[in-house]
């Protein structure tokens, strides 16, 4: 049990990055006479030092699956979870009542931003403006971890070199099964792997050889350490995908060391709805990839003039048409024009500009 004090802060004046976050709500919840904090970015490295992890959950309509998550922490080591920060991304469900109802069980932070559509990274960037450990463990909200996960993304970073960010993928298994309690090793490995896990080595053996590291930053289960003051995700990226992808290109730029914390799994509970496109494709249901396809072509733009990702981008964008009945776009099963494509995509955006991406000196 987590002895408590809680407190109300005020809101941040400008957010993460100048964005206006003037609804932001939060709950802080601490051990009197805690182990002092280590600023982010600065992490104390003397005689003693016990390095911590911030947990950063950007959430939205699953409070179900959110108390999942929030009971498996409870598992982790106390002496290293500096806090828990819940992203609320404007639920309409219980989110906030169950967050709040873990307030004596973990050391809680509450967030909360208005509902104006799927926002996971600015989502995310609440969590980053409070967060006070050492390393920033990001998952998603419909996972389930194991004991030990935590000290797993924690012993990730502590083998990389210390005078650089880093990076620590974590891979993540897929189950339709219900599972009671905090699922075991045996229970997360023997759910169904992600692709990184084929890609890259059951321990990331062939993360090291592969220009494009970045490429498998998926947030679902991410963590980063000794990041630049201010490093946020880019609030520019509007709806599902590709802005986890561009704040691991953006360390790795900044000379980020990249590994697998390869006891860092965790167990994805697979939901009647994905809201992931690519999962909609295997699973035969009718997938949206506007967004994706907007926020790929962004990114294109945006690091434009690198050759791995001119190839990448472009080789994945060809399969996409708009579709001149519904507007959307789709896949035919086919090649298309790439130009078509990046054209149609820069001219809506001329129209509807996005919000301007806000990066920290050294990008």
């Given at each position: ?6 407190r ?5 004046a400008s957010g993460v990055g100048?964005s206006?976050?003037?609804a932001l709500?939060?709950r802080?919840?601490t ?5 002092p904090k280590?600023?982010?970015g ?19 309509n699953?409070?179900a699956?959110l108390?999942r998550?929030l009971a498996?922490?409870?598992?982790q080591?106390?002496h ?5 920060l819940v992203?609320?991304?404007g ?5 906030t009542?169950?967050a ?6 973990l ?6 931003q ?6 996971a990274?600015q989502a995310r960037?609440?969590g980053?403006?409070?967060a006070?450990?050492d390393?920033?463990?990001f ?7 194991p004991?030990?996960?935590l000290?797993?993304h924690?012993?990730?970073h502590a ?6 960010p880093s990076?620590?993928?974590g ?12 699922p075991?090793?045996?229970?997360v490995?023997a759910?169904?792997?992600d ?6 080595g059951?321990?990331g ?5 592969d220009p494009?590291?970045?490429f498998?930053?998926y947030s679902?289960?991410l963590s ?6 201010g490093f ?5 990226f509007?709806?599902?995908g ?6 691991s ?8 060391s990249?590994t697998?914390?390869?006891?860092g799994r ?5 939901d009647?709805a994905?809201?992931?496109?690519f ?13 994706y396809v ?13 050759p791995?990702v001119e190839r ?5 964008l060809r ?9 959307r ?7 298309n ?5 990046l054209?149609?995509?820069?001219r809506?955006?001329?129209?509807a500009?996005?919000?301007a991406?806000h990066l920290?000196?050294?990008?």
């Amino acid at each position: 049990m987590w002895p408590v004090v809680s407190r109300d802060l005020p809101p941040a004046a400008s957010g993460v990055g100048g964005s206006n976050h003037a609804a932001l709500t939060a709950r802080v919840d601490t051990a009197p006479g805690g182990v002092p904090k280590s600023p982010l970015g600065e992490p104390a490295c003397g005689p003693g030092h016990i390095v911590r992890a911030s947990v950063v959950i950007p959430t939205y309509n699953r409070s179900a699956k959110l108390a999942r998550l929030l009971a498996c922490l409870r598992d982790q080591p106390a002496h290293i979870l500096a806090e828990v920060l819940v992203c609320d991304d404007g639920s309409p469900d219980e989110t906030t009542a169950v967050a709040r109802s873990f307030a004596a069980q973990l050391p809680l932070v509450y967030l909360h931003q208005p509902d104006l559509g799927f926002r996971a990274g600015q989502a995310r960037n609440l969590g980053l403006g409070r967060a006070t450990g050492d390393v920033i463990v990001f998952i998603d909200d419909d996972l389930v971890v194991p004991p030990g996960f935590l000290e797993a993304h924690v012993a990730a970073h502590a083998a990389t070199r210390a005078d650089r960010p880093s990076i620590a993928l974590g891979f993540r298994h897929r189950t339709f099964e219900h599972l009671v309690g905090t699922p075991r090793w045996q229970d997360v490995i023997a759910g169904e792997p992600d692709d990184r896990c084929q890609v890259l080595g059951a321990g990331g053996e062939r993360l090291g050889a592969d220009p494009a590291p970045w490429f498998y930053g998926y947030s679902c289960n991410l963590s980063a350490s000794r990041l630049p003051p201010g490093f946020h995700f880019d609030e520019a990226f509007v709806g599902w995908g590709m802005e986890d992808l561009d704040f691991s290109y953006r360390l790795m730029r900044l000379g980020a060391s990249f590994t697998v914390a390869a006891g860092g799994r965790a167990l994805h509970l697979e939901d009647p709805a994905p809201r992931d496109p690519f999962r909609c494709e295997v699973r035969e249901l009718p997938p949206s990839y506007d967004s994706y396809v907007r926020n790929a072509v962004y990114f294109l733009d945006k690091h434009a003039g690198d050759p791995v990702v001119e190839r990448l981008i472009r080789q994945d964008l060809r399969w996409y048409l708009r579709d001149p009945a519904s507007g959307r776009w789709i896949k035919n099963g086919y090649e298309n024009d790439v130009e078509a494509v990046l054209a149609e995509c820069r001219r809506e955006r001329q129209l509807a500009p996005r919000p301007a991406a806000h990066l920290v000196e050294g990008e």
